[in-house]
């Protein structure tokens, strides 16, 4: 049975921690649901994890809808959210409606993600209103960092802090099913945790958000690039790799691999046949 939006409501009334993981990929996201995550996230951080640019700014919708039906396909039973990329729900209702249900009906996911509080709120109750489950961000939203001067923890001053409360709060009234906080002071990730019927996800918004995410390359140290304050490396696979590739070249080179072990046989008989024959 797939996790539904009713089963993440359910987590925070009872009180059970949400964590959920972006994935970009099949194998990937088999592991992630495999692991039992209840919520994979298609974020457009593959832009920088996968794509190699520098910021999740050119990511195309044809990209993410690629990379969410591959998602999709490995993931059986968590609720998978594609995230909508740079512009694709800021230029006029229709396009964003028409981009929204590619993610549902193309890419398979089960919800979408955008960011923005009270700017977004009408595409958010248009989407909900079309049976399109959405996720809120607010917080750094990385779509906007030219507007916002960079990669910087937002909502420590009262004017901002007050906005960003302001701005959860019009999300749960438009309807999303849940708010992820990025970059959010944690004293105040808890109070807006608090003051909502929807659960936070937080990512670098302190230890009291009804869940949190995190980019899976960076948890599982792939992508090393860059790696925020708030991201935790479970694991060093990046340098694994590396060993492995070393490795396997210098076995290459050295006549190691392949051995009969990887190799295939045949009868004997058909090459003297065939050496024989000149
Ligand atoms: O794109 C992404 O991975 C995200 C998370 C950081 C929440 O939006």
Same mark, same amino acid.
């Given at each position: 049975?797939?996790?539904? $939006?009713?089963?993440?409501?359910?987590?925070?009334?009872?009180?059970?921690?949400?964590?959920? #993981?972006?994935?970009?990929?099949?194998?990937?996201?088999?592991?992630? &649901?495999?692991?039992?995550?209840?919520?994979?996230?298609?974020?457009?951080?593959?832009?920088?994890?996968?794509?190699?640019?520098?910021?999740?700014?050119?990511?195309?919708?044809?990209?993410? $809808?690629?990379?969410?039906?591959?998602?999709?396909?490995?993931?059986?039973?968590?609720?998978?959210?594609?995230?909508?990329?740079?512009?694709?729900?800021?230029?006029?209702?229709?396009?964003?409606?028409?981009?929204?249900?590619?993610?549902?009906?193309?890419?398979?996911?089960?919800?979408?993600?955008?960011?923005?509080?009270?700017?977004?709120?009408?595409?958010?109750?248009?989407?909900?209103?079309?049976?399109?489950?959405?996720?809120?961000?607010?917080?750094?939203?990385?779509?906007?960092?030219?507007? #916002?001067?960079?990669?910087?923890?937002?909502?420590?001053?009262?004017?901002? @802090?007050?906005?960003?409360?302001? &701005?959860?709060?019009?999300?749960?009234?438009?309807?999303?099913?849940?708010?992820? #906080?990025?970059?959010?002071? @944690?004293?105040?990730?808890?109070?807006?945790?608090?003051?909502?019927? $929807?659960?936070?996800?937080?990512?670098?918004?302190?230890?009291?958000? &009804?869940?949190?995410?995190?980019?899976?390359?960076?948890?599982?140290?792939?992508?090393?690039?860059?790696?925020?304050?708030?991201?935790?490396?479970?694991?060093?696979? @990046?340098?694994? $790799?590396?060993?492995?590739?070393?490795?396997?070249?210098?076995?290459?080179?050295?006549?190691?691999?392949?051995?009969?072990?990887?190799?295939?046989?045949?009868?004997?008989?058909?090459?003297?046949?065939?050496?024989?024959?000149?």
């Amino acid at each position: 049975m797939r996790v539904t $939006i009713a089963d993440i409501r359910q987590m925070k009334e009872k009180k059970e921690k949400i964590p959920m #993981l972006t994935a970009y990929d099949y194998v990937t996201a088999k592991m992630v &649901d495999e692991a039992g995550a209840p919520l994979i996230l298609v974020g457009d951080s593959l832009g920088m994890v996968i794509l190699g640019y520098e910021s999740t700014i050119p990511v195309t919708m044809d990209d993410m $809808i690629h990379h969410t039906k591959a998602v999709r396909r490995g993931a059986n039973s968590a609720l998978v959210v594609g995230d909508m990329p740079f512009m694709t729900y800021h230029t006029n209702m229709s396009d964003s409606l028409h981009n929204a249900a590619r993610f549902i009906q193309e890419g398979g996911a089960q919800a979408v993600k955008l960011e923005g509080g009270e700017v977004v709120a009408e595409t958010v109750s248009r989407l909900v209103g079309c049976g399109i489950p959405v996720m809120g961000h607010i917080g750094l939203t990385p779509q906007s960092i030219h507007q #916002l001067g960079g990669f910087k923890v937002r909502g420590k001053g009262l004017g901002e @802090a007050r906005k960003l409360l302001n &701005d959860a709060r019009i999300l749960e009234e438009a309807g999303a099913f849940a708010i992820v #906080l990025e970059c959010t002071p @944690a004293p105040l990730s808890r109070l807006i945790t608090e003051r909502l019927g $929807i659960p936070t996800i937080g990512i670098g918004a302190g230890p009291d958000c &009804d869940g949190q995410v995190q980019v899976i390359s960076a948890l599982l140290g792939l992508y090393t690039e860059f790696v925020p304050k708030h991201a935790k490396q479970y694991a060093r696979l @990046a340098g694994e $790799i590396e060993a492995a590739v070393s490795s396997y070249m210098a076995e290459v080179k050295t006549g190691g691999f392949p051995t009969a072990e990887q190799s295939y046989t045949m009868d004997e008989s058909i090459i003297k046949q065939l050496e024989s024959e000149g």
